[in-house]
């Protein structure tokens, strides 16, 4: 079976070739000539996952599945949620989304946050969503200098560490897009020993 990962991520792509079985030929948006832009302009992590995966199933008719990722602040109301990346404006950087963030709990106890990924599967036509899900608590500053995005000011719920504290191999063992792609891992191997 060929399957797209509609991402530009390469370690991402890495990643996820080596938890896919060997009956599954996983390509990225470049080998099969798509070079733009996808789209995300939903409001939910599920809409912008479907809407990437909708989009390479309806311009290149191939098996696919796309993510999208929030982090979400109990007493933010979820934000920045789906607007994650982006949270300090179109052209931001992490250090810019990481300081409003900071900024806007000042004066906070209740620092409860939980990150969120939704993977939908594009597979001849059917769609299939996966959510992971960890929860965890806001920090009140950095620590730490691995991984990427809110990775320094995240500390996933038992554990004395931010996620940029941990390496990759930890940190893939608990993180919500780990969670999400083992359960369509699961789905596909299922798919695949049917066949």
Request: proline share 3%.
């Amino acid at each position: 079976m060929k399957l797209c990962f509609a991402t530009n991520n390469k370690g991402k792509l890495q990643e996820i070739k080596a938890l896919l079985a060997d009956t599954i030929e996983l390509v990225s948006l470049q080998e099969i000539g798509c070079y733009e832009e996808l789209p995300e302009t939903k409001d939910t992590l599920e809409g912008n996952s479907l809407q990437k995966a909708a989009y390479i199933w309806e311009h290149f008719g191939i098996n696919c599945f796309a993510d999208d990722s929030g982090l979400e602040v109990e007493v933010l109301n979820g934000a920045p949620g789906v607007y994650s990346a982006r949270y300090a404006g179109p052209a931001c950087k992490a250090e810019d989304n990481m300081d409003l963030l900071l900024k806007n709990l000042l004066g906070y106890t209740n620092r409860a946050a939980s990150f969120r990924t939704c993977i939908t599967l594009m597979l001849e036509g059917q769609t299939f969503q996966f959510e992971g899900k960890v929860k965890g608590e806001i920090l009140y500053a950095r620590q730490g200098a691995k991984g990427f995005g809110y990775d320094p000011i995240f500390r996933p719920e038992g554990f004395e560490q931010s996620f940029a504290e941990m390496t990759l191999e930890e940190k893939n063992k608990i993180s919500h897009r780990a969670k999400a792609v083992t359960l369509l891992t699961e789905f596909l191997h299922k798919r695949v020993d049917r066949l």
